[in-house]
């Protein structure tokens, strides 16, 4: 089982990212993933989902109108798509399904935004 988030890197405030989270060895379409994310310093905190099939979704107020989030049950992948960020959105971020699952959590991905 695992869930593999990539795609993060260094990019400058204003710019745009896509991260991609790809599962393997469960049922991912029966399944609502989110995207976490880990700031320096700071709790991990949830900041987009989907649902499973229907893929309604759900944002935290800080990235609302700028993260989109999405998934491909065909590929077993789900993406969030970063634009205008900031430089607070820097953080190491992990995909997962709700309620998570501790030994779901992979390495995640590092998104550094620099001013």
């Known amino acids: 089982v695992q869930l593999q988030a990539s795609g993060g890197g260094l990019v400058q405030t204003g710019g745009s990212l896509r991260l991609s989270c790809a599962a393997s060895?469960?049922?991912?379409?029966?399944?609502?993933i989110s995207w976490f994310r880990q700031a320096p310093g700071k709790e991990r905190e949830g900041i987009a989902c989907i649902s499973d099939r229907r893929a309604s979704t759900y944002y935290a107020d800080s990235v609302k109108g700028r993260f989109t989030i999405s998934r491909d049950n065909a590929k077993n992948t789900m993406y969030l798509q970063m634009n205008s960020l900031k430089p607070e959105d820097t953080a190491v971020y992990y995909c997962n399904v709700v309620p998570f699952v501790v030994r779901f959590w992979g390495q995640g991905t590092l998104v550094t935004v620099s001013s």
């Open positions: 060895g469960f049922t991912f379409d029966d399944k609502v």
